[in-house]
């Protein structure tokens, strides 16, 4: 399974972005489809995720503001991200899971991550 994360860039405070995270290869074994971002001298953290059964989990801080989904017939799932702030700066990850788990041990697949920047 390949993950190729795009759709980053530079946007101001209370802006927009959508992330795309496009999956190929043997991607029917995927349950869980999630974000995480990283910012500068930081750990990785979770952002959100979504199973196949659609159910979904946000980490505190975004939610309200971001909406993942998940497109099937194109094997993609987005990070839609609303009235951004400067502390969502960062560069996301998107990650598969073979399971159910929003840990970043329980993802099995990552793509290279998309830089976000948010000016004040």
């Known amino acids: 399974v390949q993950l190729q994360a795009s759709g980053g860039g530079l946007v101001q405070a209370g802006g927009s972005l959508r992330l795309s995270c496009a999956a190929s290869?043997?991607?029917?074994?995927?349950?869980?489809m999630g974000w995480y971002r990283q910012a500068p001298g930081k750990q990785r953290e979770f952002v959100a995720f979504?199973?196949?059964?659609?159910?979904?989990n946000y980490e505190d801080s975004v939610k309200g503001r971001f909406t993942i989904s998940r497109d099937n017939a194109e094997n993609t799932w987005y990070l839609q991200m609303n009235n951004l702030k400067p502390e969502d700066t960062a560069v996301y990850y998107c990650?598969?899971?073979?399971?159910?788990?929003?840990?970043?041990?329980?993802?099995?697949?990552w793509g290279k991550g998309t830089q976000v920047t948010v000016s004040s």
């Open positions: 990650a598969g899971g073979l399971g159910v788990g929003s840990l970043e041990g329980d993802m099995d697949y």
């Open positions: 979504i199973t196949n059964g659609d159910s979904t």
């Open positions: 290869g043997s991607i029917f074994s995927i349950i869980t």
